[in-house]
């Protein structure tokens, strides 16, 4: 019987991009609607979805062998899980959410200290409250089950929400008091599974392969052909950091060069490469890039 790894993946807004980088990583996972069950075309990989929300409780208590959420679910969970990479891309930008204190523009509340007494809206409750007790500030920390920005001042004096953008939070009339964290994606796994050996493997390959895919994003190859005695000047045009192949052709008085670039500088560097006597130059694409 066919070893199989548990793999949780996240339902909701992140289960798009979760989907694409694994897609980018080698392994083509294919959503069915209705089903909490996505296929995978690897045999040894059974994933499910499950909300972020409560991904870090599956995993701890052995469910899920590992499996994707934010490092905010995992100290909201106060889940004892071993955390194998940060993976920061989410369903915006690929910065970090943050979670922050708001009000309502008209708020008299300036500072934290002026929510002493008061109700606070928020889906991240042990968080909030144990943020509160650093601030030595005691509120009445209430649970949302959504629509939390549409809560003061009626249903709450404050709200503590998730935001990459704020946008959604100046829709809605709120300004921004203090921020509690941020938080990225982490792969994260259960304790006693990943001191099996198998899925150990099997979760580093996974990890190693992910990893590579996020950092060829926004990277391309560059391979051009040069004389020798211009080698100089396009070792000049390249980027100091890069280190370059430098491969003999068949004319001995000339070489072949291969590098890897951001991709936004390569519509500068081409013309100078060009200028400096490369030819037969060629920008391809990278699916994974691995250290």
């Known amino acids: 019987m066919t070893p199989q790894l548990r793999l949780g993946i996240p339902a909701g807004s992140l289960q798009e991009a979760t989907g694409e980088l694994f897609r980018k990583?080698?392994?083509k996972i294919t959503y069915a609607s209705r089903s909490y069950y996505p296929a995978i075309d690897d045999p040894e990989i059974h994933c499910t979805l499950i909300r972020a929300q409560e991904m870090a409780r599956y995993v701890q208590d052995g469910s899920l062998d590992c499996g994707l959420t934010g490092h905010d679910w995992v100290l909201e969970n106060d889940a004892k899980v071993v955390e194998l990479a940060e993976l920061v891309f989410s369903k915006v930008s690929k910065r970090p959410v943050r979670w922050v204190l708001c009000v309502p523009n008209d708020s008299p509340v300036q500072k934290v200290k002026d929510l002493q007494g008061k109700r606070i809206a928020?889906?991240?409750?042990n968080l909030t409250r144990r943020w509160?007790?650093?601030q030595g500030v005691t509120a009445q920390v209430e649970f949302s089950w959504g629509a939390t920005e549409v809560k003061p001042?009626?249903?709450?004096d404050a709200i503590v929400e998730v935001t990459e953008t704020g946008s959604s939070l100046k829709a809605n009339n709120l300004r921004i008091v203090a921020e509690l964290m941020q938080s990225t994606t982490r792969f994260i796994a259960n304790e006693?599974?990943?001191q099996d050996p198998w899925k150990k493997r099997?979760?580093?390959?996974?990890v190693l392969m992910l990893r590579g895919a996020m950092t060829a994003e926004n990277k391309v190859g560059l391979m051009l052909n040069v004389e020798k005695t211009n080698l100089s000047a396009i070792l000049k045009v390249l980027p100091a950091l890069q280190n370059p192949t430098i491969s003999s052709l068949s004319d001995e008085k000339w070489v072949a060069v291969n590098t890897i670039l951001d991709e936004d500088t390569v519509r500068h560097i081409i013309p100078q490469l060009k200028q400096a006597g490369?030819?037969?130059i060629v920008e391809y694409p990278l699916n994974k890039l691995i250290p």
């Not at 928020?122 to 409750?125: G, I, M």
């Not at 001042?153 to 709450?156: D, H, V």
């Open 122 to 125: 928020t889906e991240v409750v």
């Open 153 to 156: 001042p009626r249903l709450a």
């Open 192 to 194: 006693k599974s990943y």
């Open 278 to 280: 490369g030819c037969g």
């Open 202 to 206: 099997k979760m580093d390959d996974i």
């Open 25 to 27: 990583a080698g392994y």
């Open 132 to 134: 509160l007790a650093e």
